[in-house]
């Protein structure tokens, strides 16, 4: 049996303590309200006296414990890589409290922690040249969890090549790009203000103007006011033919009206990914026409923690390719990567500016990949 008393402050510490020193089987025998020992304790508030046994004999409770140590020892000696430093936990105890056989252990203890941080001083090298590569991944915006899954991927090359050449190799391999053609029916759907209507804008200039492609336009956003006559204005300029679908019904209209045509570029309303309701709504237009392409489109400046939200809540629309905009609103790039792997489709093509047709760039896999890396710059 061995009966021990703590002086503590409340009951939450004195458990701690007992169940670290006694073990689970201990008991409370009594617990009181005293004053502090010494002179001072007496203008203090009152502690509390605890006692507290666990009916095991001591060398039985030695012997655990230096078994412990002694297999613990064993897995040192075999310099199995440790994880965390725990070389600062401090074993202190009053000196009048250490007999002779606890001190062979606080001994044992102290050669533990000593050997815990010769190891880890051993293995900071390659933890500091990892984290160093990975820290470059997060700096440029990747995220954290998939900046560690390129360095690991990167580490298991075996090819005599730089460290930067395997994160490359390991990143390309993560891009898609999409090859699919603009033509027939084509929708674009995203969350609100990314650029979608001016996005539409700019592909028609582009395939109207500089390809010679029969466009029309169609919207079905009548819910944000100007909406209309956004897109309105710039079919004028082009001179192609818009419509505007306030129903289903009207969908079919439109789309049979503009059946000779070669593309068809459908604007749908700004959507919050929280709203099932509303992108329910917005599928049920989509359904109705069978679109040959739908792009999720989204900003290279959407918060991180937000992109695999929209990505969720627009899979309802199975959209096959991704649109990202707004590249030059920032200054790290890892937001593509984080967005591409989030939706897990293509990259169709990236917007860099407010002006119409011109701002937007068919990007190859190298030129995304600099991007991602921080090797180049959209001004
Ligand atoms: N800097 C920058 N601004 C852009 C880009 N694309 C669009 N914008 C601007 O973003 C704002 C919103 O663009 P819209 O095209 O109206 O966005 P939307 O997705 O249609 O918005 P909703 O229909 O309200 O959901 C406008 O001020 C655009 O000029 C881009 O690539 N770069
Ligand atoms: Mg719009």
Redesign the pocket.
């Known amino acids: 049996m061995i009966i021990k008393k703590y002086i503590v402050n409340n009951m939450n510490e004195a458990m701690n303590r007992i169940r670290y020193e006694l073990g689970a089987d201990a008991v409370i025998i009594s617990q009181r309200k005293i004053k502090k020992p010494g002179f001072k304790g007496i203008f203090m508030p009152k502690v509390i006296e605890v006692t507290a046994a666990v009916d095991r004999n001591k060398n039985e409770f030695e012997n655990e414990m230096k078994s412990s140590i002694d297999a613990i020892k064993k897995v040192m000696e075999k310099k199995v890589p440790v994880k965390e430093n725990k070389a600062n936990i401090e074993v202190v105890k009053p000196k009048e409290e250490i007999t002779s056989s606890e001190s062979q252990i606080l001994k044992q203890m102290q050669e533990m922690k000593e050997m815990i941080s010769k190891l880890s001083e051993g293995n900071k090298d390659i933890s500091n040249t990892k984290s160093e590569l990975q820290i470059k991944l997060e700096n440029n915006d990747i995220r954290e969890e998939l900046a560690s899954k390129i360095v690991t991927k990167a580490s298991l090359i075996e090819e005599d090549v730089s460290e930067e050449v395997k994160i490359k190799k390991i990143i390309e391999g993560m891009i898609k790009i999409s090859d699919s053609e603009m033509k027939g029916i084509v929708v674009l759907a ?12 700019k592909l028609a200039g582009r395939l109207a103007l500089v390809e010679k492609k029969k466009v029309g336009l169609i919207t079905i ?1 009548t819910y ?1 006011i100007g ?1 209309i006559e ?1 897109l309105n204005t710039y079919a004028d300029i082009m001179n192609i033919p818009f419509k505007t679908v306030f129903s289903v019904k009207d969908m079919e209209n439109a789309i049979e009206s503009m059946k000779d045509l070669d593309v068809i570029l459908i ?5 919050s990914s929280k709203n099932l309701m509303q992108i329910a709504e917005l599928k049920s237009f989509i359904q109705k026409v069978s679109p040959d392409n739908i792009y999720l ?1 989204i900003s290279s400046t959407t918060k991180d923690k937000d992109i695999d939200s929209i990505v969720e809540g627009y899979k309802a629309l199975n959209f096959n390719n991704v649109i990202i ?5 920032t200054t790290t790039y890892g937001s593509i990567l984080n967005i591409l792997e989030s939706a897990g489709k293509p990259l169709s093509f990236i ?4 002006n119409v047709p011109e ?2 760039k068919k990007v190859t896999i190298d030129e995304v990949c600099k991007l991602i890396l921080g090797e180049d710059f959209i001004c």
Not at 190 to 201: D, H, L
Not at 267 to 271: A, H, K, L, S, Y
Request: charged share 25%.
């Open positions: 995203g969350p609100t203000g990314v650029g979608k209507t001016t996005t539409i804008a956003d944000r909406a956004q604007d749908t309303t700004g959507r489109v905009t707004k590249l030059d609103e917007t860099i500016g407010q701002d937007f």
